[in-house]
């Protein structure tokens, strides 16, 4: 009786304690934390590595040249400490960048992840996102119910500044898509992906909603094989939703109609940020590019503020000898302070990084930089239609684009969250089960 308790209890402890199992519950640690303060993420990465290092088995050794290619970005940041600009930043990028060696190291040293436990962790992620949402959903009633401002369900005031709503939007946008590709959806599941649907709206990224939008009409063009009427209303309802929430929802429609009225007329007030004694002007594209000199109560909108940004790359790039090394990791944003300085928008715009990785990549790093990030991204997209996995193509296109409007590595949280999923979808084994094909 006793030998046979010790040996249940030997075999519970072994399942409980199981190496892939552990490993893939911590990974999704690192997922489910990413909304959390940075010390929470670097916490779970840790802790991710930690097992990784204790279940190391050589026999299992996942050599991909995916993998290769951020730790060379990482080993490129650390030798630009030989020439940067500014030291203590380059430094402290180093730290926050670390995830592009470790990550990538523990994917190596261990055995591919399959894709029911990519599914997995992904199922996880998804229903922890509604969690989120739901949570910040409320907190905002409750502060409705006590100020009676609608404000509160909006963008900026509906998330807090950390992780802001950017973020947030790009974390609830991958799980929103987990939901959408379920073919027989339950009820649980409908409920998961109307919420993400609302809350993403609410967020109200620019960037974000129209990304989803353009992936979720491919989706259901391409990639679902249902008859053409409930394909064409499905289209039509998407796209619906889509315009009525633009034209109807106010704080929605506020965003994006500021892109459209300020976009190609110069100097129009902006009613939202001006003050009884000082107007505030909005700047268009067209003043963004060329204008010399700006106000101290000159405001770029979205769109605007990259145009200006691309500009003052352009004319760093012409004034300093940085395209081969760049300036150093992170040592960039002093000769962005200098420009805003010299167009007199260093008061606000002054600690505005470029707001494009593209270009960040290129001011801190160098055209060796920017080649390995381009290199990056197009082995993601490769394998993205190669495996016809909806979640890695979806993963790759909003990384491309929305690289275009953030500089996404500038957060811890961006670039855990960007070099996990790189690793996770690139590093997964090929084979797939029945389950996962019927999903």
């Known amino acids: 009786m006793m030998n046979n308790y010790k040996f249940l209890s030997k075999e519970y402890v072994n399942k409980l304690f199981r190496k892939d199992l552990v490993l893939e519950n911590v990974l999704f640690l690192i997922l489910f934390a990413l909304p959390l303060k940075n010390i929470f993420v670097s916490i779970a990465t840790i802790l991710?590595?930690?097992?990784?290092?204790?279940?190391?088995?050589?026999?299992?050794?996942?050599?991909?040249?995916?993998?290769?290619?951020?730790i060379s970005l990482f080993v490129l940041m650390v030798l630009t400490l030989l020439w940067t600009k500014d030291f203590e930043k380059s430094l402290f990028g180093l730290q926050k960048a670390l995830p592009f060696l470790v990550i990538p190291a523990a994917f190596f040293v261990r055995s591919q992840f399959s894709k029911e436990t990519e599914v997995r962790i992904f199922k996880a992620y998804s229903f922890s996102m509604v969690c989120y949402a739901l949570f910040y959903l409320v907190q905002a009633l409750v502060t409705y119910l006590k100020t009676n401002d609608t404000n509160c369900f909006f963008y900026k005031n509906l998330v807090p500044s950390d992780p802001g709503a950017i973020y947030m939007s790009v974390f609830a946008s991958l799980a929103l898509f987990y939901f959408i590709q379920i073919r027989n959806k339950n009820l649980l599941q409908k409920a998961g992906l109307t919420i993400l649907i609302i809350f993403t709206f609410l967020l109200s990224s620019?960037?974000?909603?129209?990304?989803?939008?353009?992936?979720i009409l491919c989706y259901y063009t391409f990639f679902v094989t249902i008859p053409s009427g409930t394909k064409a209303i499905t289209i039509i309802s998407v796209s619906a939703f889509l315009i009525f929430s633009i034209l109807f929802v106010e704080k929605?429609?506020?965003?994006?109609?500021i892109e459209y009225e300020t976009a190609f007329?110069?100097?129009?007030?902006?009613?939202?940020?001006?003050?009884?004694?000082?107007n505030i002007y909005n700047v268009s594209i067209g003043e963004a590019w060329n204008k010399k000199d700006f106000h101290h109560n000159s405001y770029l909108p979205g769109t605007a503020l990259r145009i200006y940004q691309i500009r003052v790359f352009l004319e760093i790039l012409a004034e300093e000898q940085v395209f081969l090394n760049g300036f150093g990791l992170e040592a960039s944003q002093k000769f962005i302070r200098s420009k805003a300085k010299e167009h007199n928008l260093d008061a606000i715009y002054g600690e505005y990084n470029f707001h494009n990785q593209y270009l960040q990549t290129f001011a801190d790093l160098g055209v060796v930089g920017l080649l390995l990030l381009l290199v990056m991204l197009f082995i993601n997209f490769k394998n993205a239609l190669i495996s016809k996995d909806f979640l890695h193509l979806t993963f790759a296109i909003t990384m491309i684009v929305l690289f275009l409007s953030e500089s996404f590595f500038c957060r811890q949280r961006g670039i855990v969250f960007f070099i996990v999923l790189?690793?996770?979808?690139?590093g997964a084994s090929s084979k797939e089960s029945e389950e996962i094909k019927s999903i």
């Open 206 to 215: 620019k960037s974000i909603i129209t990304i989803d939008f353009i992936i």
């Open 48 to 70: 991710f590595l930690f097992c990784t290092l204790f279940f190391v088995n050589r026999k299992n050794i996942n050599v991909k040249r995916e993998f290769f290619v951020p």
């Open 252 to 257: 929605v429609r506020e965003r994006f109609l």
């Open 265 to 278: 007329i110069d100097n129009t007030l902006n009613y939202d940020l001006t003050k009884e004694k000082q």
């Open 422 to 426: 790189y690793c996770l979808f690139n």
